[in-house]
Protein backbone atom coordinates (compact mmCIF):
# COMPACT_ATOMS: atom_id res chain seq x y z
CA UNK A 1 0.00 0.00 0.00
CA UNK A 2 1.13 3.38 -0.95
CA UNK A 3 1.29 5.86 2.15
CA UNK A 4 2.27 10.09 2.02
CA UNK A 5 2.98 12.38 4.47
CA UNK A 6 4.20 16.10 4.20
CA UNK A 7 6.21 17.68 7.20
CA UNK A 8 7.75 20.78 7.71
CA UNK A 9 11.13 21.74 8.27
CA UNK A 10 12.45 20.70 11.54
CA UNK A 11 9.67 18.17 12.59
CA UNK A 12 10.96 14.19 12.54
CA UNK A 13 7.94 11.71 11.52
CA UNK A 14 8.33 8.88 13.39
CA UNK A 15 6.44 5.63 12.06
CA UNK A 16 5.11 2.98 14.28
CA UNK A 17 7.29 -0.10 14.56
CA UNK A 18 10.23 1.60 13.45
CA UNK A 19 13.30 2.62 15.63
CA UNK A 20 16.33 3.73 15.13
CA UNK A 21 18.48 4.35 18.05
CA UNK A 22 22.09 4.56 15.85
CA UNK A 23 23.64 8.11 15.67
CA UNK A 24 23.51 9.50 12.00
CA UNK A 25 27.10 8.47 10.30
CA UNK A 26 28.79 11.72 9.30
CA UNK A 27 29.33 11.56 5.90
CA UNK A 28 31.50 13.78 3.29
CA UNK A 29 28.56 15.71 2.18
CA UNK A 30 27.11 16.30 5.40
CA UNK A 31 30.47 18.23 6.61
CA UNK A 32 30.30 20.31 4.00
CA UNK A 33 26.44 21.03 4.89
CA UNK A 34 26.58 20.69 8.47
CA UNK A 35 23.03 22.10 9.58
CA UNK A 36 19.79 19.53 9.63
CA UNK A 37 16.83 21.24 8.49
CA UNK A 38 14.10 18.14 8.67
CA UNK A 39 14.50 14.54 9.13
CA UNK A 40 11.69 12.17 8.30
CA UNK A 41 11.61 8.44 8.47
CA UNK A 42 10.59 6.59 5.64
CA UNK A 43 8.64 2.88 4.31
CA UNK A 44 9.72 1.32 1.31
CA UNK A 45 6.56 2.31 -0.96
CA UNK A 46 6.06 5.72 0.93
CA UNK A 47 6.84 9.22 -0.31
CA UNK A 48 7.16 12.52 1.39
CA UNK A 49 6.61 16.45 1.01
CA UNK A 50 9.30 18.45 3.31
CA UNK A 51 9.11 22.20 3.10
CA UNK A 52 11.91 24.24 4.45
CA UNK A 53 10.90 27.91 5.35
CA UNK A 54 12.87 30.41 3.62
CA UNK A 55 14.68 31.94 7.15
CA UNK A 56 16.17 28.55 6.97
CA UNK A 57 18.51 28.78 4.05
CA UNK A 58 18.55 31.98 2.21
CA UNK A 59 17.27 34.71 5.02
CA UNK A 60 15.08 36.11 2.41
CA UNK A 61 11.26 36.55 2.70
CA UNK A 62 8.74 35.12 0.70
CA UNK A 63 9.89 31.91 -0.45
CA UNK A 64 10.56 28.06 0.47
CA UNK A 65 11.88 25.17 -0.39
CA UNK A 66 10.45 21.51 -1.25
CA UNK A 67 11.74 18.08 -1.23
CA UNK A 68 9.52 15.54 -2.77
CA UNK A 69 10.43 11.67 -2.21
CA UNK A 70 8.34 9.31 -4.71
CA UNK A 71 7.07 6.06 -3.56
CA UNK A 72 9.91 4.51 -5.10
CA UNK A 73 12.54 6.40 -4.33
CA UNK A 74 14.05 3.73 -1.67
CA UNK A 75 13.31 -0.39 -1.46
CA UNK A 76 14.84 -0.12 2.11
CA UNK A 77 13.91 1.57 5.29
CA UNK A 78 15.31 4.81 5.51
CA UNK A 79 15.99 8.53 7.38
CA UNK A 80 16.25 10.77 4.88
CA UNK A 81 17.44 14.05 6.42
CA UNK A 82 17.55 17.55 4.70
CA UNK A 83 20.92 19.59 5.20
CA UNK A 84 21.94 23.14 4.71
CA UNK A 85 25.07 25.37 5.19
CA UNK A 86 25.17 29.22 5.21
CA UNK A 87 24.89 30.94 1.37
CA UNK A 88 28.01 32.71 2.59
CA UNK A 89 30.00 29.47 3.60
CA UNK A 90 29.94 29.15 -0.62
CA UNK A 91 29.67 32.68 -1.66
CA UNK A 92 33.66 32.27 -1.91
CA UNK A 93 33.46 29.47 -4.31
CA UNK A 94 31.35 30.78 -7.43
CA UNK A 95 31.98 33.13 -10.22
CA UNK A 96 32.45 36.56 -9.69
CA UNK A 97 29.43 38.09 -9.88
CA UNK A 98 27.41 35.11 -8.24
CA UNK A 99 25.27 35.22 -5.56
CA UNK A 100 24.15 32.35 -3.73
CA UNK A 101 20.47 32.04 -3.03
CA UNK A 102 19.86 28.69 -1.83
CA UNK A 103 22.15 25.79 -0.84
CA UNK A 104 21.06 22.43 0.30
CA UNK A 105 22.32 18.42 0.66
CA UNK A 106 20.54 15.14 1.99
CA UNK A 107 21.86 12.55 4.56
CA UNK A 108 19.96 8.88 4.11
CA UNK A 109 20.56 6.36 5.92
CA UNK A 110 19.05 2.88 5.65
CA UNK A 111 17.59 2.40 9.59
CA UNK A 112 18.27 -1.43 9.46
CA UNK A 113 22.17 -1.59 8.62
CA UNK A 114 23.06 2.33 9.60
CA UNK A 115 24.94 2.39 5.90
CA UNK A 116 24.51 5.80 4.63
CA UNK A 117 22.63 5.59 1.04
CA UNK A 118 24.07 6.68 -2.30
CA UNK A 119 21.81 6.91 -4.63
CA UNK A 120 18.16 6.91 -5.54
CA UNK A 121 15.84 4.54 -6.89
CA UNK A 122 13.66 7.32 -8.68
CA UNK A 123 15.45 10.77 -8.21
CA UNK A 124 13.82 13.27 -5.58
CA UNK A 125 12.30 16.58 -6.65
CA UNK A 126 13.66 19.67 -5.35
CA UNK A 127 11.46 22.91 -5.93
CA UNK A 128 12.47 26.40 -4.18
CA UNK A 129 10.52 29.55 -4.44
CA UNK A 130 12.25 32.94 -3.83
CA UNK A 131 12.01 36.48 -4.93
CA UNK A 132 15.68 36.00 -5.82
CA UNK A 133 15.43 33.62 -7.86
CA UNK A 134 15.40 34.41 -11.83
CA UNK A 135 15.63 33.32 -15.47
CA UNK A 136 19.11 33.83 -15.25
CA UNK A 137 19.52 31.62 -11.97
CA UNK A 138 21.92 28.52 -12.18
CA UNK A 139 22.08 25.37 -10.27
CA UNK A 140 24.94 23.77 -9.37
CA UNK A 141 26.51 20.42 -7.94
CA UNK A 142 28.78 20.49 -5.21
CA UNK A 143 31.92 17.81 -4.85
CA UNK A 144 32.81 17.43 -0.85
CA UNK A 145 36.20 17.25 -0.48
CA UNK A 146 39.11 19.06 0.74
CA UNK A 147 38.90 22.04 -1.89
CA UNK A 148 34.98 21.13 -2.92
CA UNK A 149 33.90 21.62 -6.21
CA UNK A 150 31.57 23.60 -7.87
CA UNK A 151 29.93 21.68 -11.11
CA UNK A 152 27.83 23.48 -13.74
CA UNK A 153 24.61 21.07 -13.16
CA UNK A 154 21.88 23.00 -14.58
CA UNK A 155 20.80 21.16 -17.96
CA UNK A 156 17.97 20.01 -16.07
CA UNK A 157 16.36 22.54 -14.20
CA UNK A 158 13.22 24.08 -14.98
CA UNK A 159 12.30 27.48 -14.17
CA UNK A 160 9.37 29.16 -13.85
CA UNK A 161 9.20 32.71 -13.10
CA UNK A 162 10.63 32.54 -9.45
CA UNK A 163 10.41 28.74 -9.12
CA UNK A 164 13.50 26.49 -10.19
CA UNK A 165 12.80 23.14 -9.93
CA UNK A 166 15.91 20.72 -10.32
CA UNK A 167 15.65 16.49 -9.87
CA UNK A 168 18.01 14.98 -7.37
CA UNK A 169 19.32 11.17 -7.86
CA UNK A 170 21.94 11.32 -5.27
CA UNK A 171 23.11 11.79 -1.47
CA UNK A 172 27.14 12.18 -2.77
CA UNK A 173 27.10 15.96 -3.82
CA UNK A 174 24.96 19.18 -2.49
CA UNK A 175 23.79 21.61 -4.56
CA UNK A 176 23.54 25.43 -4.65
CA UNK A 177 21.58 28.06 -6.28
CA UNK A 178 23.34 31.45 -7.72
CA UNK A 179 21.59 34.57 -8.96
CA UNK A 180 23.94 37.42 -10.99
CA UNK A 181 24.22 40.08 -8.32
CA UNK A 182 23.08 42.75 -11.07
CA UNK A 183 19.60 40.97 -11.12
CA UNK A 184 19.83 40.68 -7.46
CA UNK A 185 20.29 44.71 -7.03
CA UNK A 186 17.80 45.64 -10.00
CA UNK A 187 15.51 43.71 -8.36
CA UNK A 188 16.16 45.21 -4.76
CA UNK A 189 15.77 48.59 -6.12
CA UNK A 190 12.82 47.74 -7.58
CA UNK A 191 11.17 46.92 -4.43
CA UNK A 192 12.76 50.20 -3.33
CA UNK A 193 10.91 52.25 -5.61
CA UNK A 194 7.29 50.80 -4.99
CA UNK A 195 5.98 53.11 -2.95
CA UNK A 196 5.52 50.96 0.20
CA UNK A 197 8.31 53.41 1.70
CA UNK A 198 10.88 50.16 2.04
Known amino acids: MRMRTKILAGVALLLAGATFAQQMPSTPVS ?36 IYIPTNAFQDPVRFQVMAASNSRWDGMVKSGLKVVANFAYRVVDTRTGEPVAAFRAPVQYTVSDGMIDGHSVYWAVEPGASPKIIDANAHSSIHGNVLSHPTPTAVVGWIVTTPKADLASAMKGRGSSGNGM
Open 31 to 66: QEFPHVLATVDLQPGQSASITVPDAYFTGAAPGEMT
